[in-house]
């Protein structure tokens, strides 16, 4: 199952990464370059996951990545989740009396036609805040466990490939001792 479960999230990732390089991209260049860093950054991601799961050192390195991508994407989500409260003062608390702009940019006042009380705007908004927080948090600790997952079955694997190893030197061992007991 555990190898089911990785080679699922090696697939996720590399679709996701490979959509996300290219989509990145197809935007314009800024100064800061951001696009183009995040860019590479998702092909390095899509070729990480593309490598094969058979190896434990391959699994290591791809474990390594998730836990990597895991703590590199926290903050984007933490951002997300604070620049989201900042938008209540610009939907909710608009002027709500005054009706006769009903050509107000914010887009408040459709609202208000809408017949929606500012109490009643707050609640929807306090609602999708909700949602929003929620669905941000568990994304990011579901992102750390199936990457502590990944990690997990990259330590079994390695800890198979050490096993045979191990048990043939034991077993050298034991026959020259053996060898030595009817020698003497």
Not at 44 to 60: N, P
Not at 73 to 95: I, K
Not at 113 to 123: A, P, V, Y
Not at 144 to 155: E, I, P
Request: include cysteine; charge should be negative; proline fraction near 3%.
């Amino acid at each position: 199952m555990a190898r089911t479960v990785t080679t699922a999230i090696a697939a996720l990732a590399m679709v996701l990464n490979v959509a996300a390089a290219v989509l990145l991209q197809s935007l314009p260049d800024d100064p800061y370059h951001l696009a183009t860093a995040f860019g590479l950054y998702s092909q390095f991601g899509g070729a990480v996951s593309a490598i094969g799961l058979e190896h434990a050192l391959l699994v290591g390195v791809f474990a390594n990545y998730v836990l990597l991508d895991a703590a590199v994407c926290s903050a984007p989500r933490l951002l997300v989740l604070r620049f989201f409260s900042g938008f209540r003062e610009r939907v909710c608390e608009a002027p709500w009396a005054a009706t006769e702009h009903r050509t107000d940019p914010s887009g408040t006042v459709l609202f208000a036609e809408l017949g929606w009380s500012q109490t009643k705007c707050l609640r929807i908004w306090w609602g999708l805040q909700a949602v929003l927080y929620t669905g941000l948090v568990a994304a990011t600790l579901l992102h750390l466990l199936l990457a502590l997952h990944v990690r997990a079955y990259a330590n079994c694997l390695h800890a198979r490939e050490q096993a045979p190893g191990d048990e043939a030197e034991e077993a050298g061992e034991k026959t020259s001792s053996q060898r030595g007991r009817s020698m003497g």
